[in-house]
């Protein structure tokens, strides 16, 4: 009997929120009353990355950051690249900014918006070094498969928004989203399938490590836009 599937997946839902829940943290120190979430006062207007993090460092994106357990230890091991970890749930993000205050992360940035929105609308072109989407939910119902956000749209906005040579690392559970995700990205002409490092493979995201608890197995590749 195949074990229970945790509820409440990441960010994949198609409408889009600009509620930032704190406001602008101050550049550079981040002090007691300082917070990790970066407001976003107009949907409209595209993120400047150089100025959400008080260093120019490559950006990586989360999509979809769940209770940031990837989000923190990744932004701890390479204090030379800035991450921006992507979520929708409030909650889930103002636990991410207290994991990141307390490790003192000043190259973690936290903003609260639809992953699909952020992607499409907000992100620069050629202006992530990598995207990261990590159990993405997997929408198992036929009829609700459209929903899911690992598409060809997906696909051309990944090659829109990476740097030449940029990586896009996915991982599910779902045999079936799997699937989909490799038949994505065959069809991607500006995409080669590449290498997860071992060291990124080991960073667990708290969906992970209940399936790994529970015997479930996981997927994961990789794409490097050409």
Known sequence: MTPARPTERGDCRPSATADSGGPPPPSGFLGPQATLIHPLTSILEPLEPTKLFPRPQPLEVELGSGDGSFAVQHARLHPGRNLLAVERLLGRLRKI???????????????RIESSY????LLPRESAFALHVYFPDPWPKRKHRKNRLINARFAELAHRVLMPGGRVYLRTDDEDYFAQMAAVFAAEPHFLQSETPAELSGILTDFERDFVAKGVSTLGAAYQRR
């Open 118 to 121: 952020l992607l499409e609308y």
């Open 97 to 111: 900014d207290r994991k990141g205050l307390r490790a003192g992360l000043a190259n973690l940035r936290l903003v």
